[in-house]
C-alpha cells in the first residue's frame, strides 16, 4: 500500500492508483470532463490540474499515479482560476447553441460552465464549421459541439474494435471522423451507439425520431401500437429520479396509453418466441447435426451488423431467428391485424429500445417486411422515450401500474432477462433443456452469466449432455471469442463451445447505446440487477409456458421452425464491406 | 452493393501496382513500420491514394482508421495528388515576423488555391511551411526546389507568372516534391 496526503487527510491506497481514484475514496471531488470511469484517461481537458507539493507544475489527477509520500491539493483559489480558465478555453471552440441542443440540460460541458460560473465570454469563438452526419439514420455526429476529449474514440476502437470513428487532424483542427472523406454510414460503423452514450456533449446523439412518432399519434387514421424492450423498464426511471434498476414496467404501460397509443404490446413476449425459435434451432443442430455448431445468437442488431462486416465467414453459425423487436413487429401486422380486422396499413408500429442499432435493424432485410409492410415503422431509444414523456407532461412517478395488451403483452421471467448479459443464454437454456427431455429442469438460475466478465464459459449438463456454452458482450470480447471459434475450426478440433451468446454493448442492453448517459458500470449491474428480480418474481419463469406464447402457436403458427415460423421469425444473412467508399 | 465491387477493384488494383508492392514487402514484418509505408508511398507519388491506403490496411492488418489517423497527423502525407507547382511560403518566426502572411494572401488570389489544397487544374498547390532554414532572406518562399527571398506581396504576381508559363511549355518541374511540412 502507498501512504499520501490529499488535502492534508491521510490516504492509503493500492499502487497504480491514480489522484483522481484516489480522491474519490476520500470523499474529494475533482471536477472532471474527459475522463470516463469505463476508459482509460486521456489527460485530454486539463480540467483534473492538482498541485503536488514539490512538483514544478499542475498535475492532471486522471493519469498522474500516487507515488509514496505524495501531498496533493485538489483546491485552492488558484487551481479554481486554473480550472475556469481551461473551462474558457473549451467553452471558445464550442458554439453557444445550448437551447438548441439535444443535450440541453444533460451536458457534462454546460455543468462544469454552471458550477464554475462562466457567465460571460472573454475569448474569441473559433468554431470548426464541419457539417453534421446523419447518414447512419441511426446516430447523429455533430463535429462542431465536440470538445475533443476523445471518449467515443476510445470506445469505438478499443473497447467495440470497430474503427469506425478516429480523430483526424490535429490541435485546433482535429476532428472526430470516419477514416477519409466519406460519412459514417460508408464507414465500418455498427451503430451500436456507445460513441453516443458516453459523448459528455451533444456532439453525437442518437438519431431523434420523437417528432415522427407524435405525428403518427396525432394522426386519426393511424392505429398506433407500441412495444418497449426488455431493459428501457429499469432504465427509463433514471429522469424522473427513479435510481436505476426500479422496474417500472406497469407504469411505462400507464403512460404509453396516455400518449395515445391504442395498444401496449411488449418486447419480452416477442423474447419468449425467439426462445421457442432460437431454442428449437439449437436442439435442432446439436441433436441431429442440422447445421454448424455453436450456434451464435442473433438478437443484437450491431451484434449482427458487426458479424456481417467483420466476422462474415461464421454466418452459417448465427441463428436465423429475428430478434425480439422484429418479432412482435412482425406479429403486428400479421396475426394481430388478422385477428382484430384492422388493416395493416392502418398499423403504426413503435418500438421503444435502449438500443441505436435497431433503428437500423428495423430495414435492414427484406424479411423485416414480413408482414407485407414495413414491421416496424420507428423505433425510438430509452432517452427518446424520456423527452416525449416530459413532452407529454406526464406525471410518470405518480402514475398507476398497468397491464399489457393481449396478444402480445403477456410475457415470462425469461423474456424479461434478455436485456442484460447471460439472459438470452439462460432463458434458452431452461426451454432446450425442455425440448431435450420433454420435462422442465428445477436448475432456472445461472447468476455465474450474469456477472460483468467480458467473457463467461460454463459446461450445463441436460438430460446427460454435457452443453458447453459461452457469454460474451462488447465487441472487443466478441472478438476473442469468435477467434477461438474459428482457430478450432482450422484445426479440425471440436469447437470450444455448443452455444454462444453476444451483446454488443457492455452488460448487454441495460448499457445499450440508446440509455441514460453517464452509465459506469456500477449502473449496469444495479439495471442488471433490475431485470433479474423481475425474472425471480414472475410466476412464469420458461418461455414455452407462456400461455399466449402457446395459443399463438396453436392458433397462428403450427410448430418452431415450420414454413409459417420461418417466413414471420427469420432472416438471413450476407457479407457486408467495411468501407463502401 | 455496385460500390462494394468497385472498391474491391480499387483494392485488387493497389495490390499489383510496384511501388506498393515493395513498400509492404519491406516493412510488413516489421512492428510499428505504418508510417515508413506510408513514407515510401508518399514519397513515389506525392500522395496518398484512397484506394492504396485501403490495401494497406487489409494488408498490414492496421484498421483504415488509423491509416487515417497518422495521415492527416502529419502534415508532410498529402491525401490528393497536388499541384504541378508546389509553393511553399515559409511562416516560421522570422519569414511570419517579415510579413508572410501577407504572401500567402496573394497567393491565394493570384492562383485560386486555397493554403493547403490544389487548384482544379493542378497547376498550383499552396501550402505554409515552417523555417526552411534560410532567416537571412526572410521572408521566403520556396517553388518547386526555387527559392525566393525577400519578398513583398508585390513580386508574388510575377512569380505565379514564372510558373504558368513553364508549365504552358511543359517544362518539367526540378524536384517533385522538395519540402515536407512540420513532419
Known sequence: MINAKINGIDIQVEPGTSILQAAHKAQVKIPTLCYHPDLPPTAACGICVVKVKNAPNMMRACTTPITEGM????????????????????????????????????????????????????????????????????????????????????????????????????????????????????????????????????????????EEVWKALMDPEMHCIVQIAPAVRVTVGESFGFAPGQNLTGKLYAALRRMGFKKVFDTNF???????????????????????????????????????????????????????????????????????????????????????????????????????????????????????????????????????????????????????????????????????????????????????????????????????????????????????????????????????????????????????????????KERSKGLTQDDRNAEIRRSHENPDVQKLYKDFIGKPLSDKAHKLFHTHYVPRSQYKR | MANTISIRRAIAKASTEPDVIAAVRKWKNKRGSLIMVLHEIQNARGYVPRDVSLYLAEELEVPLARIYEALTFYHYFKLEAPGKAVISVCTGTACYLKGSPALVDEFVKETGAEVGSSTPDKLFHLQCVRCVGCCGLAPVVNVNGKTYGKLTPADIKKIVHEWRERFAGEIAPEEAHPIADES
Not at chain 1, 172 to 198: K, M, T, Y
Not at chain 1, 439 to 458: A, W
Not at chain 1, 488 to 498: F, L
Open chain 1, 71 to 210: 501531498e496533493i491539493t485538489t483546491q485552492d483559489a488558484e487551481i479554481v482560476q486554473i480550472r475556469r480558465s481551461v473551462l474558457e478555453m473549451i467553452l471558445s471552440n464550442h458554439p453557444n447553441e445550448c437551447l438548441n441542443c439535444l443535450r440541453n440540460g444533460e451536458c457534462e460541458l454546460q455543468s462544469l460552465a454552471e458550477d464554475f460560473g462562466i457567465f460571460r465570454t472573454r475569448l474569441p469563438k473559433i468554431i470548426t464549421n464541419v457539417k453534421s452526419d446523419a447518414s447512419t439514420k441511426s446516430i447523429v455526429l455533430d463535429p462542431k459541439k465536440c470538445i475533443r476529449c476523445g471518449r467515443c474514440t476510445v470506445v469505438c476502437q478499443e473497447k467495440q474494435n470497430v474503427w469506425a470513428l478516429s480523430m483526424k487532424y490535429r490541435g485546433l483542427h482535429s476532428v472526430v471522423s470516419p477514416a477519409g472523406d466519406i460519412e459514417l454510414a460508408d464507414s465500418p460503423c455498427v451503430r451500436c451507439g456507445q460513441c453516443s452514450a458516453h459523448c459528455p456533449v451533444g456532439a453525437i446523439y442518437e438519431y431523434n425520431q420523437t
Open chain 1, 270 to 524: 416477442g423474447a419468449d418466441v425467439t426462445i421457442m425459435e432460437e431454442a428449437s434451432e439449437f436442439v435442432d443442430r446439436f441433436c441431429n447435426s442440422n447445421g454448424p455448431i455453436p450456434l451464435i445468437t442473433t438478437c443484437c442488431p450491431a451484434w449482427v451488423d458487426f458479424m456481417e462486416k467483420f466476422e462474415s465467414d461464421m454466418i452459417d453459425h448465427f441463428s436465423s431467428c429475428k430478434s425480439p423487436q422484429a418479432i412482435v413487429g412482425a406479429l403486428t401486422k400479421s396475426y394481430y391485424a388478422e385477428k382484430m380486422g384492422v388493416p395493416a396499413e392502418k398499423i403504426f408500429m413503435v418500438s421503444i429500445m435502449p438500443c441505436t442499432a435497431k433503428k437500423f435493424e428495423i430495414v435492414r432485410a427484406k424479411e423485416m417486411f414480413a408482414s407485407g409492410h414495413q414491421d416496424i415503422d420507428v423505433s425510438i431509444t430509452t432517452r427518446e422515450l424520456a423527452r416525449m414523456l416530459m413532452q407529454a407532461g406526464i406525471e410518470f412517478p405518480q402514475l398507476p401500474e398497468e397491464e399489457a395488451d393481449s396478444p402480445l403483452g403477456q410475457y415470462t421471467g425469461a423474456g424479461t432477462i434478455f436485456g442484460e448479459t447471460g439472459g438470452v443464454m439462460e432463458a434458452a437454456l431452461r426451454t432446450a433443456g425442455y425440448l431435450l427431455t420433454d420435462e422442465n429442469s428445477e436448475d432456472l438460475e445461472f447468476d455465474d452469466l450474469h456477472t460483468l466478465d467480458g467473457v463467461k464459459e460454463m459446461v450445463v449438463n441436460v438430460a446427460g449432455n454435457d452443453i458447453k456454452i459461452c457469454v460474451a458482450h462488447g465487441l472487443k470480447n466478441v472478438e476473442d471469442v469468435i477467434d477461438r471459434v474459428r482457430a478450432a475450426k482450422v484445426a479440425g478440433e471440436d469447437p470450444p463451445w455448443h452455444f454462444i451468446e453476444v451483446m454488443a454493448c457492455p452488460g448487454g442492453c441495460v448499457g445499450g447505446g440508446g440509455q441514460f448517459w453517464g452509465v459506469t458500470d456500477d449502473i449496469r
